[in-house]
């Protein structure tokens, strides 16, 4: 066996923790825990330190340079001309020390009627650096440095003065392996193509005699092909999510401003039959490896969008573990003057499907060129590599640098 076959399964491993990072359950739970499977699941890490402080929510939030990831369609509807975000994440700190995600997005307003944008962000996530001896040979290493990246470009526009829609097409890359020239093995990377489609509503209602702002939003992202690893033997589904949102904002007074948000997210992944399920009823263990077997293959050939309409039904535990597969963000945001903020939220996903469960907390600053913004995460399930991640984002603002450029 070359050396790549032995360490693919540790770097899977460590990717895979590393990005969804379930906390581990009791033993006597173990049997219970399922998670939904995909590939590149960096892409599901939140990149800016706004939703992170919230809880990982931004469906219907105001727009920002960052929208990108929550909700494209909000760009339509944003106050400035343009912005461009520069996002920075050590994760996993409390295990290593070189595992990151970095960002950058940005939108750009089109035509004098203020109706549509282009957008575009690119991300780039890190594993650190892995030092491995060829097998039979301790004087000769190699350094391995896999990472995942994504590129996209976006079009959103208003289909009216309270709705507008967006879509995104993005490239994808996954490169967890390397050449071993012992063995004349060649590893690639896996690339894949995907898609996003959103909607987002506004509207403002007068309460009392206060002017609100009640917004709603949903986004399909990364809705494209399998990304396959190690020649094309290990297709995986990318990671297609359901996120659906709602933000009500309401005036504490004069300039004191407070936004109350939640999210709801739900894969749209088939779940990955496990042998467990086939040996109930009285089956053979024959029968029920390879009913076990049939189920597997199955999986591995489906389509993307037949595993889009499957995932809503086929969890073995029915209903009741299909609705486990929904995770919650509860946030809220308060600010001054829209230059000063303060944020907090809890993230929730049921002990079956991963267990993340956090706090997040944050706070902004924003003067006419640019905001800087940091969130801080404290994990309320035991042992979880999660807990105090750090986020910072840097926004400049195209309006604000046009403004100081023009006074000079």
């Not at 049997?31 to 992170?52: E, H, K």
């Not at 290593?96 to 940005?106: E, H, K, T």
């Not at 494209?224 to 504490?252: C, D, Q, V, W």
Request: aromatic share 14%.
């Amino acid at each position: 066996m070359n050396l790549y076959a032995k360490l693919r399964p540790a770097i899977l491993s460590l990717t895979l923790g590393a990005m969804a990072a379930p906390v581990a359950m009791a033993d006597s739970n173990k049997d219970d825990f399922n998670p939904v499977q995909t590939g590149t699941n960096s892409l599901n890490i939140a990149p800016d330190a706004r939703g992170a402080s919230m809880g990982d929510l931004g469906a219907a939030t105001d727009p920002d340079a960052n929208s990108q990831y929550w909700n494209p369609s909000k760009y339509a509807f944003a106050y400035s001309q343009g912005a461009v975000a520069i996002n920075y994440t050590p994760w996993l700190r409390k295990l290593v020390n070189d595992i990151f995600l970095a960002d950058l997005s940005g939108y750009w307003k089109l035509g004098s009627g203020d109706n549509q944008a282009i957008s575009a962000s690119l991300r780039y996530f890190s594993l650190g650096e892995v030092t491995s001896n060829y097998p039979g040979d301790t004087q000769a290493s190699q350094t391995l440095n896999p990472y995942e990246m994504s590129f996209d470009v976006g079009y959103s526009r208003k289909l009216s003065e309270k709705f507008s829609m967006g879509v995104v097409f993005r490239y994808i890359y996954s490169d967890l392996g390397f050449s071993d020239s012992y063995a004349g093995d060649q590893s690639a990377g896996a690339s894949a193509f995907s898609a996003d489609i959103s909607g987002y509503y506004t509207t403002y209602p007068i309460i009392g005699r206060n002017e609100c702002q009640w917004s709603w939003g949903w986004n399909i992202s990364n809705i494209g092909t399998k990304i396959s690893y190690n020649h094309g033997e290990n297709p995986a589904f990318l990671p297609t999510n359901l996120r659906l949102g709602t933000t009500f904002m309401f005036p504490l007074a004069d300039y004191h401003n407070l936004a109350l948000s939640v999210d709801a997210n739900k894969l749209l992944v088939p779940t990955r039959p496990r042998l467990k399920d086939f040996e109930a009823d009285g089956k053979t263990e024959l029968d029920a490896e390879r009913d076990y077997n049939e189920a597997l293959e199955n999986w591995e050939n489906m389509s993307p969008i037949t595993g889009i309409f499957k995932s809503f039904t086929d969890a073995p535990g029915g209903m009741s573990e299909e609705l486990k597969e929904i995770t919650w963000s509860f946030g809220a945001e308060y600010s001054y003057n829209q230059q000063f903020f303060l944020r907090a939220g809890y993230f929730y996903e049921s002990a079956m499907k991963g267990n993340r469960q956090y706090f997040g907390i944050g706070a902004g600053f924003a003067l006419n060129v640019l905001r800087l913004d940091a969130s801080y995460m404290l994990a309320t399930a035991q042992t979880s590599p999660l807990d105090q991640t750090l986020r910072f984002t840097l926004t400049f603002d195209m309006d604000g640098l046009k403004e100081l450029f023009g006074r000079r």
